[in-house]
C-alpha cells in the first residue's frame, strides 16, 4: 500500500472545499465569474441525479493550458457541494500530483478511494459518487481506467479536464458512446469582459450577429440584417470600455494572466506556460528526440513573424529535416497551440500550396512578439492578432463543431482576403479581417478567382455595400460581440 496517496487522498476528501474554494477567487479574494460551459455541465450533472433517460455521466472537458479548466472544475465542485453535498460523494484529484510526485497513477488511486468510502466499495454506495480529476492525461492509461470503471459502477458522474491532446488519447469506444467531450477555448471579447470586468452580454446578440452574417443568402440580404441590429449593437457597446479591445487582443484571451497588469509579467508567465506544452504535452503526442525542443522554439518564433510558409522554408530557418518539421507542425496543431488554415481548393492544391497558421490564442504571439519584436507598425502587429482571433472564432464556431471549414485563398502575389468559410456545405463566404480601414477589392478579387456567395470585410470601415452588391463591410465592433 502506498502511504503518501492514502495520505494524499484523505487531505482531499476532508479538506476538498477548502482546496477548491482557493482556486476560484484571486488573490485578494475577489471571486471568479464562471464561464458558458458551466451551465452545460451542470445540466449533465441534473439529469444525473434526476436519473433521468439518456443522462451523461462522463464529461472530459480539454483545451490549451492556461484558459481555465482547474478553474472550472474547482466551480463544479463547489457548486454540487452547494447543491447536494450531503448527498453525494465528492472527491477532487490532480493527476501531475499523483504521477510526479507521489509515483502512482490513477488506478492504484481509484482503488484506494474505493478502499477510503464509507462502504468500502463504489458498489455499497448509496449515494452518488462524483470524482473531479485534472490533468488527466498525465496518467497515458487514463482513457482505459475510466472507461472500466464507467461500464462497472452506474452510479459515479467522472469530470475530468486536461491538455488539448487529451480528447487524442480517447479510443473510439469511449469517445461519443461513454464520455461527452466539451472543449473549452481561449477566451472570446464578451467573455473576456465577463472575467475582466464582471460584464455580462446581452442575451441573444450573439447569436442574431452569427445568424446575420453566416446564415444569409446573400450580401444584401446580410446588410440588411445588420442595419436592423445595428441599435442592439449600439447598446451593448455602451457596457464595454473600446480601449480593452488592444489588451484584449494582447493579453487578454488567456484567463490566467487577467489578474496581472504588467504585461511584461503576463508574457513572461504565457511563455513559460509555451515551455509546458513543449516540453510536456508535446510528448503525449509523439516522442520527439531532446534536440528537438529547441527547433520547436524556434519554429514558434518563425511563425510568430510569418503565418504563411513552406515545410521546406522552415525545415532551413531552423536547421531541421523537412520531415521533422511536418512532425512538429502536427504535433502543435493536435495540442491546438496552432491553428493550421490549408489553402483553397481540392486537395492537391492544399498540399501543395502553404498553409497558413495562426495562434490558438493571440497571447501567444503577443508574447513572443514581446521577446523578439516584430517589423512594421504598431497596426500591422495588432492586424496579426486579429487574425489570430479571427481564426480562433472560426475555429470554435464552426470547425470543432464541424458546422464548416476554414480556407485560405492562396496566391503567390498575395492580394487576396484573409479567409474562405464553408458553412455546413451550403454557403461559401470570403473573409478579410483588418484593424484599420478597409475597401472591397481583396474579397472582390477573391470571389471572381475562386467564387462564393458573398463576400465580408470587418475592419473599422462603416457598414457598407459594394456596388455589385456581393461584399459587405462590417465594423469591427459587431465581429467582437461574438
Known amino acids: 500500500m502506498n502511504e503518501l496517496l492514502t495520505r494524499y487522498l484523505q487531505r482531499q476528501m476532508s479538506r476538498g472545499s477548502e482546496i477548491m474554494k482557493s482556486k476560484v477567487q484571486t488573490v485578494g479574494g475577489r471571486k471568479l465569474p464562471t464561464r458558458n460551459i458551466i451551465v452545460l455541465v451542470q445540466m449533465y450533472v441534473r439529469d444525473f441525479l434526476n436519473k433521468t433517460t439518456g443522462a451523461r455521466r462522463w464529461v472530459v472537458i480539454p483545451g490549451l493550458r492556461g484558459v481555465g479548466k482547474t478553474t472550472v472544475l474547482a466551480q463544479l465542485y463547489l457548486w454540487i457541494k452547494r447543491s447536494v453535498g450531503s448527498k453525494v460523494n465528492l472527491v477532487y484529484i490532480s493527476m501531475d500530483e499523483v504521477v510526479e510526485k507521489i509515483g502512482s497513477d490513477l488506478s492504484d488511486l481509484l482503488d484506494e478511494y474505493e478502499r477510503l468510502l464509507p462502504g468500502g466499495s463504489f458498489e455499497s454506495e448509496s449515494r452518488p459518487t462524483f470524482i473531479f480529476i485534472d490533468e488527466v492525461q498525465v496518467d497515458p492509461r487514463w ?29 473510439a469506444d469511449i469517445d461519443g458512446r461513454r464520455a461527452v467531450i466539451d472543449k473549452l477555448y481561449p477566451l472570446s471579447f464578451p467573455e473576456y469582459q465577463v472575467l475582466a470586468f464582471d460584464k455580462l452580454p446581452t442575451k441573444g446578440v450573439k447569436r442574431e450577429l452569427m445568424s446575420a452574417l453566416y446564415d444569409s443568402d446573400s450580401a444584401e440580404k446580410v446588410y440588411s440584417q445588420l442595419v436592423t441590429l445595428k441599435n442592439t449593437v449600439d447598446r451593448e457597446w455602451t457596457k464595454y470600455d473600446k480601449a480593452t479591445i488592444n489588451t484584449y487582443l494582447e493579453t487578454g484571451t488567456m484567463p490566467f494572466t487577467l489578474a496581472e497588469s504588467d504585461p511584461r509579467q503576463v508574457y513572461s508567465a504565457i511563455s513559460g506556460m509555451t515551455d509546458k506544452i513543449i516540453s510536456l504535452d508535446m510528448q503525449a503526442l509523439n516522442q520527439f528526440e531532446p534536440d528537438t525542443i529547441g527547433a520547436m522554439k524556434r519554429l514558434l518564433m518563425v511563425l510568430t513573424d510569418c503565418d504563411t510558409i513552406s515545410y521546406q522554408k522552415m525545415a532551413d530557418l531552423i536547421k531541421v529535416s523537412r520531415g521533422q518539421v511536418i512532425n512538429i507542425i502536427d504535433a502543435f496543431v493536435k495540442a491546438e497551440l496552432l491553428i493550421k488554415v490549408p489553402a483553397h481548393g481540392n486537395n492537391v492544391t492544399a498540399t501543395t500550396n502553404p498553409a497558413k497558421f495562426f495562434f490558438m490564442s493571440p497571447a501567444i504571439r503577443a508574447a513572443f512578439h514581446d521577446i523578439v519584436g516584430i517589423k512594421g507598425t504598431i497596426d500591422s502587429r495588432r492586424g496579426t492578432l486579429l487574425e489570430d482571433a479571427a481564426a480562433l472564432h472560426f475555429y470554435r464556431e464552426f470547425t470543432t463543431r464541424r458546422k464548416g471549414s476554414i480556407a485560405q485563398p492562396y496566391d503567390k502575389q498575395g492580394g487576396l482576403a484573409d479567409f474562405i468559410v464553408r458553412i455546413a456545405n451550403q454557403r461559401q463566404i470570403v473573409i478579410e479581417m483588418g484593424i484599420g480601414t478597409k475597401g ?23 457598414l457598407g455595400l459594394n456596388k455589385t452588391k456581393n461584399v459587405v463591410t462590417v465594423p469591427l465592433d459587431y465581429f467582437f460581440l461574438m
Open 143 to 171: 482513457a482505459r481506467t475510466l472507461k472500466f470503471l464507467y461500464d462497472r459502477v452506474p452510479n459515479i458522474f467522472i469530470i475530468c479536464s486536461g491538455s488539448s491532446a487529451t480528447h487524442l488519447q480517447i479510443d
Open 440 to 462: 472591397y477589392t481583396q474579397v472582390e478579387n477573391t470571389l471572381q478567382k475562386y467564387g462564393g456567395d458573398y463576400g465580408i470585410v470587418f475592419s473599422q470601415s462603416p
